[in-house]
């Protein structure tokens, strides 16, 4: 069983930055392909960006393009998500997602594991 625990959330004004950690507790994340899931007030689960084992990144969603960054370090079994330029609809739960089933990386659909989520609030 794979467990994920993000941190890194906070209050931040608009225009502000934040990042995310996701902390792995499996070996195999080296292998690993992960990403960052959100879900904002009263829309559904939406995929934010992915990263592949080898640390090539798969896609960002739309909204995220050029302000937010994905990255790892497989050494220490960690993801982060950088996040710049925010916005007041960047607000929602952020999860670490792991556990890639197949089809489209930003659907949620496509991960098994996922974190408890950190709280991201701009205002």
């Known amino acids: 069983h794979v467990q994920l625990v993000e941190s890194g959330g906070g209050s931040v004004q608009a225009g502000g930055s934040l990042r995310l950690s996701c902390a792995a507790s499996?070996?195999?994340?080296?292998?690993?392909?992960m990403g960052w899931i959100r879900q904002v007030s009263g829309k559904e689960r939406e995929g934010v960006a992915t990263?592949?084992?080898?640390?090539?990144?798969?896609d960002y969603h739309a909204s995220v393009k050029g302000r937010f960054a994905i990255s790892r370090d497989n050494a220490n079994n960690m993801v982060w998500l950088q996040m710049n330029s925010l916005k007041p609809e960047d607000t929602g739960m952020y999860y670490c997602?792991?556990?890639?089933?197949?089809?489209?990386?930003?659907?949620?659909?496509?991960?098994?594991?996922w974190g408890q989520g950190t709280q991201v609030t701009v205002s």
């Open positions: 997602a792991g556990g890639y089933k197949g089809g489209s990386y930003l659907a949620p659909s496509a991960w098994t594991y």
């Open positions: 499996t070996g195999t994340f080296r292998s690993a392909c």
């Open positions: 990263i592949l084992s080898g640390g090539r990144v798969t």
